[in-house]
Nanobody, 125 residues
């Protein structure tokens, strides 16, 4: 099993920055891909960013490209999401996800078999 714990959420003004962290424990050797998703009230969970846990390749949704940066520290078993130039539309519950058998669909929630509980990000105008 793999356990994921997110932290770093908060309430900020538009234009501010936040860094989210996702700490991984358990059978971390099984992880192949990790990602960040978010869910706004009344909306479906959507892809934000993903990284190949093995080689560090990164992928982003068009809505955050150029503003958010995903990274990982394998030695600390931690993944990060640096968020800059935040907008009110970035508001939501941010989830960390891990995949133990990557099949090529990094932006699909169906790709990931481990999820954290989420950390809230609220951006006011």
């Amino acid at each position: 099993q793999v356990q994921l714990v997110e932290s770093g959420g908060g309430s900020v003004q538009a234009g501010a920055s936040l860094r989210l962290s996702c700490t991984v424990s358990g059978r971390t050797g099984r992880i192949s891909f990790m990602g960040w998703f978010r869910q706004a009230p009344g909306k479906e969970r959507e892809f934000v960013a993903a990284t190949d846990w093995r080689d560090g390749s990164t992928f982003y949704s068009d809505s955050v490209k150029g503003r958010f940066t995903i990274s990982r520290d394998n030695a600390k078993n931690t993944m990060y999401l640096q968020m800059s130039s935040l907008k009110p539309v970035d508001t939501g519950l941010y989830y960390c996800a891990a995949d133990s058998s990557y099949s090529g669909s990094y932006s699909s929630i169906l790709e990931y078999n481990y999820w954290g509980q989420g950390t809230q990000v609220t951006v006011s105008s």
